[in-house]
């Protein structure tokens, strides 16, 4: 039975927010439920084990018991929400199937704890989700419905588009999410950078273009979390995050489905753009859960200007 979405008394000013947007009772109800199960995921991290889980995921990473936890939290949330007919997570090596009849529900991708290994030294690390509308999430990330991710920083932030605006909220001392900015906008040109991976194992055109934005007085900003470090570049509206092709690596690190899509969406809508090097992140059609993609992501200018330089064209 799907539970009569605006009945949960669960963050009412979020669910006000989303309903003003024209989008359905059931993802209102869906990225409520979202919501609320981050209080538990932040409570894990606050205080949970900072161990290994002995396990490892579809990427040969080992896992942290966090994130089997944080996947645990966000999964039997999102089946009892009554609203999802598939889910897949980073720490999921196939998809878990909730209903079949498509009708009215959504689909999620989500990575439950981006940036685990920097929890053991205090450093900021979120959440990131991408939903489509339907069963099917081998789909274009420019399909999405909504994406949202929340950061747990020294304030806890929830930013979320359904396509109309970038809208964040932040969390209040009642663990309730209060709107604290709306219609967030990028600027064309950047001032900060955020380099991924080995430098040593960088491509010479990516070598080229960290000069080219050192040259035009770009500061480096570089937490190893995707989460904060795409924040910054959004919230301060001047920036690039780049995880390109590696010597080793040709298709970088990040995942399309939990990582790429949800961010490429949110700073698309918020002015800015992302690519692979050669097309738009929101156009590539996922062959499978585990693809990675290069990516280049942030203000338009700096984002034209990489693609540039990774295909020796400046
Ligand atoms: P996750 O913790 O979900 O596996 O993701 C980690 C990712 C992402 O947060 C970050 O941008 C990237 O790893 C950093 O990679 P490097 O440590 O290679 O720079
Ligand atoms: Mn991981
Ligand atoms: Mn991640
Ligand atoms: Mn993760």
């Known amino acids: 039975m799907i539970k009569e ?3 949960s008394k669960f963050q009412i000013e979020l669910r006000r ?3 003003a947007q ?3 009772d059931n993802l209102v109800h869906l990225m409520c439920e979202i919501a609320e199960a981050s209080k ?9 084990d900072l161990g290994v889980a002995g396990t490892s995921n579809l990427y040969g990473e080992e896992q942290l018991a966090l994130d089997v936890l944080s996947d645990r939290i966000l999964r039997k949330r999102l089946i009892h929400s009554g609203v999802v007919c598939n889910i897949a997570s980073e720490e999921m090596d196939t998809i878990y199937e909730c209903q079949a009849d498509a009708d009215g529900l959504y689909s999620v991708a989500y990575d439950p704890l981006d940036g685990s290994s920097l929890v053991d030294v205090n450093l ?3 959440t990131i989700v991408s939903i489509y509308s339907g069963c099917d999430l081998l789909q274009p990330g420019r399909n999405q419905v909504a994406a949202m991710y929340i950061l747990y920083g020294p304030r806890v932030s929830l930013v979320y588009t359904v396509g109309d605006g970038v809208h964040e909220f932040t969390m209040n001392n009642l663990m309730e999410f209060t709107l604290t900015r709306e219609n967030v906008r990028m600027q064309p040109d950047g001032e900060i950078y955020a380099p991924g991976g080995l430098r040593k194992k960088y491509h010479p055109g990516d070598e080229k273009f960290i000069q080219y934005l050192e040259g035009k007085g770009c500061k480096l900003r570089y937490s190893g979390g995707f989460v904060p470090d795409i924040n910054q570049v959004l919230m301060k509206g001047k920036g690039l995050f780049m ?5 080793g690596s040709p298709n970088g690190k990040l995942r399309v489905l ?3 899509n949800p961010m490429a969406f949110i700073i698309e809508h918020a002015g800015g753009s992302a690519t692979d090097g050669k097309q738009n992140i929101l156009d590539i059609v996922p062959e499978s859960l585990d693809q ?3 990516v280049y992501i942030g203000c338009s200018s700096d984002v034209k200007k990489a693609m540039e330089f990774v295909n020796g064209g400046a």
């Open 243 to 247: 995880y390109p092709a590696l010597n």
């Open 292 to 294: 990675r993609a290069p």
């Open 17 to 19: 927010h989303l309903r």
């Open 5 to 7: 979405a605006g009945t």
């Open 22 to 24: 024209n989008i359905s």
């Open 124 to 126: 900021a690390v979120g």
């Open 40 to 48: 538990y995921v932040i409570n894990a991290v606050r205080t949970g």
């Open 258 to 260: 939990f990582e790429l």
